[in-house]
């Protein structure tokens, strides 16, 4: 099975031909229009902005059973930790949490179950949006579509786009080995 991040960047691995470009772009028009964040907002208020793309072998149910259980997201990054929610992951629901030495204040904008996971965030000054679609790709295969957008003040200084984008992939690699574990 393939597998592979296509960031902002450009494309990685096994998702250079224009037939996969073609899939990504129809995978971001309909991320447009179910999500209430536009894309020209996106770019125009924050300073990094990365895309990931990527297939799990996996069903849809068993990826949104892990991203939609954010008590257990340290299972699958070991750099989550204390995550305190304070109702069910529902839109508006605020949770609190740490990723390393940093804490975020969060909130789910919206959680539309098997198919949109998107929560905002702030930690130091930055703010944070990272959202998740996903799509039935095959029988028992997934394909996720992420989006994570950070900007603020001093941001630029100390996150720059080769680790947001890193660390984009290592999520999305993690996320895969959960669920096709």
Known sequence: MRSSALTAAGAVGPYRRPRDRLALQSILDEAERLSPYQPEYLRDRFDRR???LLLIAAPVARVWQLLSDAPGWGMVDSNIHDIHLESNVTADARFDWAYGKARMQSMFAVVDPGREITWTGVAFGAKVIHRH????ADEGTTQIYT???MGGPL?????NSTKLKTRLEKWLTMLKNAAET
């Open 50 to 52: 990365i895309l990931g």
């Open 147 to 149: 989006e994570e957008s």
């Open 155 to 159: 941001f630029i200084l100390f996150y």
């Open 133 to 136: 679609l996903l799509t039935s």
